[in-house]
């Protein structure tokens, strides 16, 4: 540090221009002598300063080396036998501080500040040490606490040998805990003894003799943990005994409900089914012992299981015995009287009784209706008895009855043709469907009427006439390929909607001649009109033989029918409607050579028409490898046709026939796969060879007129 001093003994004297007399030089001197001191005194000052500082300083880092072994004590990292040895590491390499300037005396004051600073932090360090030692102490202490602590969470474990098995950590608890340690391993065996009466606790929670047992130990005075549990502990432990007591009675009293209300059920379900006629099962009979015993329901139960076994065995004797059982028992009660259950098992009996007289009687009635179905004599419709057969039969032979299912529609038409009457059942179905407008409803129930009408059309001939007429003319429409909703809509509007004027006007105008011959030449005009042929000369005509060529017509004339009276009677308005109706249903295609009509046919299916398309061209690729599959290749007297069937209107695939030539003209079969099922086909316009070369032809224009584009820029 650099000491002020002004501009003391920097000045230069500067020569006097003239020569002057000094006088009273000697206070001068004296002057300059007073200034030196002054000057050696802050010098000392400085140095002082100095030293006191490096000592403080030095002070600061042994505290700092101090404050990281206590860290180093309190975290773990530092272990008791290390503080030592870390503190006279650390301040070896510490620097001592330097004191030049200072006398012999003052620099012995110093140098003795050093030593008691030093011998000041190694004394905090071993303070240090020893709570190091405390630690590691009492983590060993705590460590063997818990280990012997968790052997009494075991069942039947000895506590008195656990917790004499402490003592050898009497000297490890002193260093750890001091004069707390007896209090503390006093806790320990305390929490060890309520750990066992937890244990009990737990293990006694669903026995009420082991709660018992636990009750007595906590609270009789010779229990078990009267000197071993403090007040507090054992009144909280036996209020939870009490607890659990409480709720195993509780637990016990519902249980003892819950039995008697599934006894009485089961007991009061299994006379239901008795009572009813129906066969319980061996496992029913042994579950109904099983719930009942012990119970009050449980006499109850025998007597109903003692009523199914006297009725099995009276219809296995025959009516007289049944009749009989019943007499006895009456006359039995009468006389010597009986307790309640007794006068239900009567009943019970009595009631069995009249069923198998029922029964029997609707066995006779089911043979007369098998007899009509087997033999196919049909039943008199006039006598009431003979309905009430078929009603019965029907209800226990055709319970899954469905009239959307063609299965129960074709068991329906095989017993109603022979035995020439429909099931009540079925009428009601009937009367009820021809009132909604509902084509989910309308049309199956519709093709159900169709299918008994075209077996024995008598059979209907009891249904009221709207109800046949709206269900005939839903069955018709349906089968013409016009739309369900529209089907629907025209047949109600056609029965239940037009004035009987009109309806007078119209019937008339259908049976006129000029009618039919008009109605038949737009059929015949609508092909004309849909043939692929450029000429009229080339189209089917409707009237050469043919089954397909009379299903069109009839369907044509169906249909135009229809819609000449819902337009009053405009006959190119019905010709439009009708035309436009029947294209998505009938076409005329070549697809197995020469030009026919069909119906379903993929023009109308796909919506294609010419004389050329993409499915003749995908069909003869088809052809060919089928041919060549199974007959080697090209045969002159073998041809494969498509025909449509009833699947081609929901799946649009087609069936595939074999025509072979024979002497008397052709034999016809379905081709068979390898799967030995007759196969299918079905168009795919993208597989189309046709319209793979189309669609290729499209993107080599695409890639010309980029080209030439490019070649333009």
């Known amino acids: 540090m650099r000491i002020p001093t002004g501009n003391f003994g920097n000045l230069t004297p500067n020569p006097q221009p003239t020569r002057v007399n000094v006088s009273n030089s000697g206070a001068v001197g004296q002057a300059v002598e007073g200034l030196g001191k002054e000057i050696q005194q802050e010098v000392n000052a400085v140095v002082r300063a100095r030293a006191s500082e490096s000592l403080l300083d030095y002070q600061i880092k042994i505290k700092d080396v101090n404050e990281s072994i206590r860290q180093g004590v309190e975290d773990g990292s530092l272990r008791a036998d290390q503080v030592e040895k870390v503190y006279q590491d650390a301040v070896g390499k510490l620097d001592k501080p330097q004191f030049s300037g200072l006398g012999i005396a003052e620099m012995q004051t110093v140098e003795g500040g050093l030593k008691r600073y030093e011998s000041d932090g190694l004394s905090t360090a071993r303070g240090y040490a020893r709570t190091a030692l405390k630690i590691e102490a009492r983590d060993q202490v705590d460590t063997q606490l818990d280990q012997l602590g968790k052997l009494t969470n075991y069942p039947d474990a000895d506590i008195e040998k ?107 379900e299994y006379a239901s089914l008795v009572d009813n006629g129906m066969e319980p099962t061996d496992e029913m009979r042994a579950a109904l012992s099983q719930t009942t015993r012990g119970t009050t329901s449980q006499s109850y139960a025998q007597s109903v299981l003692s ?37 239900q098992s009567l009943q019970r009996r009595s009631a069995a009784f009249q069923r198998y007289q029922e029964e029997q009687n609707q066995i006779a009635v089911m043979q007369r209706v098998e007899s009509s179905i087997k033999d196919g004599v049909p039943l008199d419709p006039t006598d009431k008895n003979n309905q009430a057969a078929v009603d019965i ?103 239940y909607q037009q004035s009987a004027g009109m309806k007078e006007i119209i019937s008339q105008k259908l049976r006129d001649k000029d009618y039919i011959k008009e109605r038949d030449g737009a059929a015949q005009k609508n092909i004309n009109e849909i043939s692929p042929s450029l000429t009229s000369f080339g189209a089917p005509a409707i009237t050469d033989p043919g089954v397909s060529n009379q299903q069109y017509l009839r369907d044509y004339r169906a249909i135009y029918d229809a819609n000449f009276s819902l337009t009053g009677g405009d006959a190119k308005r019905a010709e439009s409607i009708t035309n436009a109706q029947v294209k998505n249903v009938w076409a005329v295609t070549s697809i197995n050579g020469s030009p026919e009509v069909m119906k379903y046919a993929p023009e109308a299916a796909f919506g294609v028409s010419g004389a050329v398309n993409w499915m003749d061209s995908q069909w003869e690729k088809e052809k060919q490898e089928l041919k060549s599959k199974s007959f080697g290749g090209k045969r002159d007297d073998t041809e494969l046709l498509l ?51 189309m669609q290729g032809i499209k993107l080599d224009r695409i890639e010309k007129a980029k080209q030439r584009r490019e070649q333009g820029e």
């Open 393 to 495: 039969w029907f209800q226990k032979n055709m319970q899954g009855f469905d009239y959307n299912d063609t299965n129960s529609i074709n068991n329906l038409s095989g017993v109603v043709r022979r035995t020439g009457i429909i099931p009540s059942q079925v009428q009601s179905m009937f009367n009820a469907g021809a009132a909604t407008k509902d084509p989910s409803i309308a049309v199956p129930m519709a093709k159900m009427f169709g299918g008994l009408f075209d077996n024995n059309p008598a059979a209907v001939a009891s249904m009221p006439a709207d109800t046949s007429a709206f269900f005939k003319s839903v069955y018709d429409y349906t089968n013409a390929g016009i739309p369900a909703d529209k089907a629907v809509d025209t047949a109600y509007t056609q029965t």
């Open 643 to 693: 025909v449509s069937d009833m699947f081609t209107a929901r799946n649009q695939d087609y069936a595939v026939m074999v025509y072979q030539k024979n002497a008397d003209g052709y034999d016809v079969r379905p081709y068979y796969g390898d799967n030995g099922l007759p196969i299918r086909f079905k168009f795919d316009q993208q597989t189309s060879p046709l319209y793979k070369a």
């Open 162 to 268: 656990i917790n004499g098995m402490s003592a050898s950590l009497e000297e490890q608890g002193r260093i750890a805990y001091g004069a707390q340690w007896p209090k503390v391993r006093q806790n320990w065996v305390d929490q060890n003894w309520y750990n066992q009466a937890q244990q009990r606790f737990l293990k006694a929670s669903s026995s009420g003799a082991a709660l018992s047992q636990l009750n007595n130990d906590l609270t009789s005075e010779d229990g078990l943990y009267l000197d071993k549990l403090d007040p507090n502990t054992r009144i909280e432990l036996w209020n939870r005994v009490q607890n659990q007591q409480l709720q195993l009675q509780n637990q016990a009293r519902i249980e003892s409900a819950r039995r008697e209300a599934l006894a009485s059920r089961q007991v009061s």
């Open 307 to 343: 009523d199914e076994l006297a009725i099995k065995q009276a219809k296995l004797e025959g009516t007289q015995a049944f009749e009989s059982l019943i007499l006895n028992q009456k006359t039995e009660l009468e006389k010597n009287g009986g307790t309640a259950d007794q006068w």
